[in-house]
């Protein structure tokens, strides 16, 4: 029996869209893999602070990030969600704006991106030079929770207040 020239025509386009999005897929599954790769390395390198110019080495204990220089305090922004994860797309210095102490007694040295306003709190190292924390101004303990909710609340304010005339203007 001999196939319609319709039908062998229908089949031919339908396995050249299946083959498409096979190529798409393909794609796609490329760039999220290319995105979740870690842009910076990883912390058992030696770097080179961007701030003061000195060789740093890795945590000899009580960690397993550098997260800062521990001569200046500045930091470099490359997380992204967690410690370790080197995803950011900032890379940003981040310059030490405080230091708060946990219920724990642990110090913790909060940074600030210079590029794009974000803050991170990190633990201080056993080698950092803790006469130069406690020069930083003291800031009451949070969380990253509580700074981003503090942020939010601080935009809508801000969005509010740029609608409000506007509002104002119509009634």
Request: charged share 30%.
């Amino acid at each position: 029996m001999q196939k319609s020239r319709k039908k062998l025509l229908r089949l031919d386009t339908q396995t050249a869209y299946n083959e498409d999005l096979e190529y798409y897929e393909e794609e796609r599954q490329a760039r999220i893999a290319a995105r979740s790769k870690p842009r910076y390395t990883q912390s058992e390198e030696v770097f080179k602070c961007r701030h003061c110019h000195r060789f740093v080495c890795p945590l000899p204990y009580g960690g397993h990030h550098r997260n800062h220089c521990p001569f200046c305090l500045y930091s470099r922004h490359v997380d992204e969600r967690k410690s370790g994860d080197r995803l950011s797309a900032c890379g940003a210095s981040m310059e030490p704006a405080g230091y708060f102490q946990r219920p724990n007694g642990e110090y913790v040295v909060v940074h600030h991106c210079m590029g794009c306003d974000e803050e991170r709190f990190n633990r201080i190292g056993a080698d950092d030079d803790f006469e130069l924390v406690l020069t930083l101004p003291e800031q009451p303990p949070r969380t990253h929770r509580e700074a981003k909710a503090g942020r939010t609340e601080e935009y809508l304010v801000a969005e509010q207040d740029l609608w409000e005339p506007a509002i104002g203007e119509v009634g």
